[in-house]
């Protein structure tokens, strides 16, 4: 998180004495006694803010102003002057300082001041980089959204089987966008420019099946929910990929296939031959990181379907919505947010209404899932990345129901 201050002013005791309040608040200042200290540290891709005097030899803090505006203009710049009247304010936020106290400051104005700006910032860069990610990335790093470990995991798995064209199941729990990891598998596949056809397995009969290899040609056939299929045509994909035939098949299921198979419902070969190439999409439960970044996106995409301009999302309403478990998963969220753009923000203020033991309870077992998650549900490594005694851990898990297997990869 962003929490880096520059702090520029050419009296040492009061820049000293600026750091340390700004220490003991958990900010990370860095200082400097001029202009010309200051200028190199000033980029766009600076990740913090910059607290100024305007009185200083030399260059003042007016034109440190214009040279930040110069090089970044959304990074926010908040000046202090121990002269100050009204002219100066004026001329300090027409030219685009961010805020201007009067010194001494009280250290609460101070504080709430650069919180605001920081907030600001962070805002700022993770839209850079976001958009960036977008331009100049892959399929993977354009489609498939988060920051997490784990989202860094399904990136890179992704990434690892396209290439291959051997055939691929993805798994994944309900809504948690199978089909569209399926597309960006084809999408980074040799076969990206020939058709990419999907179709839902239930129903589905052998002549079907033809007919939908036919229309993918030499690109990528995606059937979704492959439980569903039938016997015969069980037999029928195992023949086409034992064939080497096209097109290219890629596979979802939301159901556990393992245990199906070992109930006799669904066929052992067909099973391993698209076991080999899985890749398993997380639950928002087990990375509750990623939430307030599919969030923002959700809700920015919402107001522009909706024609209107994007709400302000408060920490306290990202909170909420880390501390559930979501079990719809990016579907559930994707309606939250729009919920959220039309005023009806049911799920970000339902957790804020509980109780702090109701909402200790939900983070913990978010806590929870997320360790068991990164640890591909080994119980042990997950107590020890936690620092929970086994038992302890084992307590916590039977308490909320919450079985280590479900998050094996």
Known sequence: MTRKVLVVDDDAALREALAQTLELKDLDPVTAGSFVAAKDLITTGFDGVILSDIRMPGRDGFHLLDYVRSVDEDLPVILLTGEGDIPMAVKAMSGGAFGFLEK??????????????LKTRRLVLENRDFKQRLEDGDPAARMLFGTSPLSEELRARVRAVAPTMAEVLVAGPAGSGISKVAEVIHLMSPRAQAPFVKSPSAGL??????????????????????????????????????????????????????????????????????????????????RPGDIPVLFRLYVAQAAEQAGIEAPEISQEQLAALMAQDWPGNARSLMSAAMRFVLGMPDEVNATAELGLAEQLAQVERSLLIAALGRQNGRAAAAAEALKLPRKTFYDKLARYGIRPESYRR
């Open 205 to 286: 009969t052998t002549v079907d099946f033809a007919d939908l290899c036919l229309q993918a040609g030499d690109g990528s056939l995606f059937l979704d929910e492959i439980s569903a299929l039938s016997e015969a045509l069980q037999y029928a994909v195992l023949e086409h990929i034992e064939q080497g035939g096209e097109p290219r098949l890629i596979t979802g299921s939301t159901a556990d296939l393992a245990e199906l198979v070992a109930q006799g419902s669904f066929g052992a070969d067909l099973y391993y031959r698209l076991e080999g190439m899985r890749v398993r999409i997380p639950a928002l439960a087990e």
């Open 104 to 117: 001494p400051c009280v250290t609460a104005d101070l504080l709430a001041v650069l919180e605001r700006a």
